[in-house]
């Protein structure tokens, strides 16, 4: 007994030894014109960054054995409009994206604003600053190359 003891328990110690742990990660990139370095054009509206930020978007998800349901709550980014001592800036496309920019480019809108009496009578009238902006990627914000009142 004390010999079938000893078989069974090497056995066990055995299989425990031939177990491995693998572990397969993956990790997908994707390419667009946004990470390559390629310049964009964006339309949109200028919005305090700041102001943005304090504020959140958010998603509940409830399910049951039957349905489930998403609620998306956003804000209206009319409640941070540009003003005359916004120092970050951001632009909020057509199509509810959001893209900030690097303090370069901040003090590039900041100038632009100070200089373009159209610009400066939107913000002194709290109405929203639409422009086109041609901008560079770098990392997570855009640095701007190029913008211009957006007339339309």
């Known amino acids: 007994m004390k010999l079938a003891t000893i078989a069974m328990l090497s056995a ?8 491995t742990s693998s572990q397969t990660e993956t990790k997908t990139t994707t ?9 964009v054009n964006l339309d949109g509206t200028l919005v305090d960054q700041n102001c943005y930020n304090t504020h959140s ?19 209206d980014v009319s409640g941070c409009p540009v003003t005359a001592t916004t120092k970050t800036f951001s632009l909020l496309t057509p199509d509810g994206k959001m893209v900030r920019f690097d ?27 639409k422009v086109r902006v041609v901008a560079m990627p770098n990392g997570e914000v855009m640095v701007i190359k190029e913008i211009k009142a957006d007339n339309q």
């Open 57 to 75: 978007r958010s998603k509940e998800t409830s399910s049951d054995a039957n349905s489930t349901t998403t609620t998306v709550t956003t804000k």
């Open 12 to 19: 066990f110690v055995g299989c425990l030894g031939a177990q």
């Open 31 to 39: 390419t667009t014109a946004a990470t390559t370095g390629v310049p």
């Open 103 to 129: 303090d370069a480019s901040n003090t590039r809108v900041i100038e632009m604003v100070k200089s373009d009496k159209d610009f400066n009578n939107d913000i002194n009238g709290h109405r929203p600053v």
